[in-house]
């Protein structure tokens, strides 16, 4: 099954290839893994889609903290987070197009169905933009594809995922993230107890 | 230091370096000079108190600092040079990492302004050593020296210890910058934030101890690590219940401790692997059901509920599912734990568990069996050397400060078979990677840790001869270390595997020694050979109390096996016994 982690880590040479590396040593497949700056100075957050046997998820957790770059993990499932990515597509729509010059204005529309967003016009193509789940975007491609367009290039970031509600993830709530506080302070200890119901699993449970 | 009149002096990366492990409290280094590093080793003599160990191979110096921190419980330092030198020390770092020892090692790099073009013995040792260590940095200025190392040393000994290496710059040790030891001081270590021990954990854990009829204690390397021996033995004392222990944990409880089982797993005794197998609860204490230690995943202990008190969440359910997972320091837990079965469970008697009795029967049964009472045939077998070495010991009343350094293969098992250790960090032994060539540097470094013991080497001739060159090492380091070489000509643990599955074909084991003790005497190391059973005893007491390094070529029984035996695949109570048609088993009357 998919997984979907938030890690927070530091922003310095070699933390993505610490990471990386963990998923390589467990022999698991990354799907996406997306990276960038955070609220916080120095520090860099990032989204690991992998796909692992649903009892891994507590063992590739606890081993992402134990990385010395890492400074929070969280992990998020489609109900409590808002999972996003974004999408580049180009499409070949032009003067030579089956469709003729009539496939611009069609692709127009379908991009305002799924909207997506005309980024670029080129004499012999179109470049969408679009942002959504991941099943939205697949939607795009396939209508494009159904519709007889050829699909010149999709570069893909791989999903994001933010949990839901005023504080931003349980991460962020046990860091105690307020406006200028010391980052480096170490966190509270314990900002991941497990809940009453949750239950750590093991590899043989099936 | 140069300028030790200022508080603050301005040094030169490689000083500042220095100054770092001295204001760290080290004083021996291990290492091996080279280009890279030549400014740390100009710097050495303004640093008195840093006594620096020349080895012969890096490897060795990485398994000297390790030894070093085996024995004392302090971060064990081991330096080498860029390139050939860094890689070296690989094989170092993993025994480390798989065995959670503190050591930090320091590496010097191609200057900064050439990193990354395959300058003359540039290797990217922080790619290389990733997952060999707890974390690695690259320094590549003079300022971040202190501080980084600081971090190395606090990330090394703190948590789940393990090794760290940190890769300094030509540059950055030839630059100059300000010393400040004080404000170089690391941030509290981040506890690892998936600890919890909660109180309705420790309460179920309570309610299945008060419950369990047939408890057993799993003690791991952990109970050492966290300084936790006295107060596991005394939850098993008031308890009754009594405890196996891992290779690592062997040191953990007196072996004479009437509720020491002594080592489970491949090739523990019977009544420890049986005990295991019929228990109803299992306290795992430190350890992480290694497959040396478990067998058969899917056999082991099927009855048993079982705790697991450990430092690091990512070993909880990973090989075995536990019921309750206490994840933190085990002194700690065991403070919160023991004072609540204290109230609600009175402390049991040896005499009326049923259970205890069972146990000992079956140790009654194994004894028949047992090497160590079979009558002397005239031939030397490795298990009387060693416990010839212990009875010697004991005579003498230094079991405590003894420490034995083992090698890996069947000298090893049969180390920790008849060994009867009495103190914490009296055995150091490489577990998780077995490394053989660990015993004589490790030794070596146990011996710098602590001078005033006696420090025995254990190895195969197979082994011995992997780090053998490190012979000099003790000349010129003038230490009196005791070697014992169990000499059967063959890498005896490849070959009794071949014996036992590959239908002894013994491919590449028959084994070629030179004369170890002409070896020995080639380094000025007087030495005996010994192949009779009544030669053990003196010659080791002569090795003990000569005050100068010692080697005894001990010809021992070629094709001896280790027993009892679990082969790949089987449950833990499925042992191979000690054959019937074994010589050892034919009494005299019989022949
Ligand atoms: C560096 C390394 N290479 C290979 C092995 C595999 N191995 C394990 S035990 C063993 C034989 C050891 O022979 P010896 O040192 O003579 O000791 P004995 O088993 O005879 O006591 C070998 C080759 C190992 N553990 N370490």
Known sequence: MLHTFVALVQDRPGVLTRVASLFRRLNINIVSLTV??????DTSRMTIVCDAPENAAHRIRASLYKLETTIGVDEVNRADAVVRELCLIKVGAGPNHPHGLHSRSQIFELSQVFRARVVDLAPESIMLEMTGSASKIEGLLQVLRESGYTILEVSRTGRMAMRRGHHTSRVLQALGTRQGQNTSEFPDPDPDALREDETLPGIFEE | MADSSNANPTLTGAEILLATLAGEGITTIFGYPGGAILPVYDALRKFPTLHHVLVRHEQSAAHMADGYARASGRVGV????????????????????????????????VSSKVLGTDAFQEIDITGITLPVTKHNFLVTRAEEIAAVLREAFQIARSGRPGPVLVDVTKDAQQATAIFDFDAAKPHPYRPHPMLRAESSSIREAVALIQQARRPVILAGHGVVESGAEKEVLALAEAHQIPIASTLLGLDAVPAEHPLSLGMMGMHGESWVNNAIQQADLLLAFGMRF????????????????????????????????????????????????TPLLADQHPPRSAADSEWLRQIHAGKGNASVRDIINLPDNGHLYAAHVISDIWHEAAAAGRLEQTI??????QHQMWEAQYFKHQAPRSLITSGGLGTMGFALPAAIGAKSACPDKDVWVIAGDGGFQMTAAELSTIVQEKMPINIAVINNGFLGMVRQWQE????????????????????????????????RRADVIPNASIARTSGKPFLIDFQVE?????????????????????PQHDPLLELPEDQ
């Open chain 2, 78 to 109: 081991c330096m080498a040079t860029s390139g050939p030198g860094a890689t070296n020390l690989v094989t170092g770092l993993a025994t480390a990492m798989i065995d959670s020892i503190p050591i930090v090692a320091i590496t010097g790099q």
């Open chain 2, 290 to 337: 290694d497959d040396r230690v478990t067998g058969n995943l899917t056999k082991y202990s099927p009855n048993s509920k079982k705790i697991h008190v450990e430092i690091d969440p990512s070993e909880v359910n990973k090989n075995v599912s536990v019921d309750v997972a206490l994840i933190g320091d085990l002194k700690e837990v065991l403070s919160l734990l």
């Open chain 2, 404 to 409: 034995i350094v083992t090698d890996v293969g």
């Open chain 2, 558 to 578: 070629k094709e001896d096996g280790v027993y009892p035996m679990i082969t790949p695949g089987s449950g833990l109570h499925e042992m191979l016994r000690r």
């Open chain 1, 36 to 41: 960038g700056e955070s609220e916080r100075p």
């Open chain 2, 500 to 531: 036992t599955i590959y239908d002894k074909n013994y491919a590449a084991s028959p084994i070629l020694s030179p004369n170890f003790v002409l070896l020995a005497a080639a380094h000025g190391i007087a030495g005996a050979t010994v192949n």
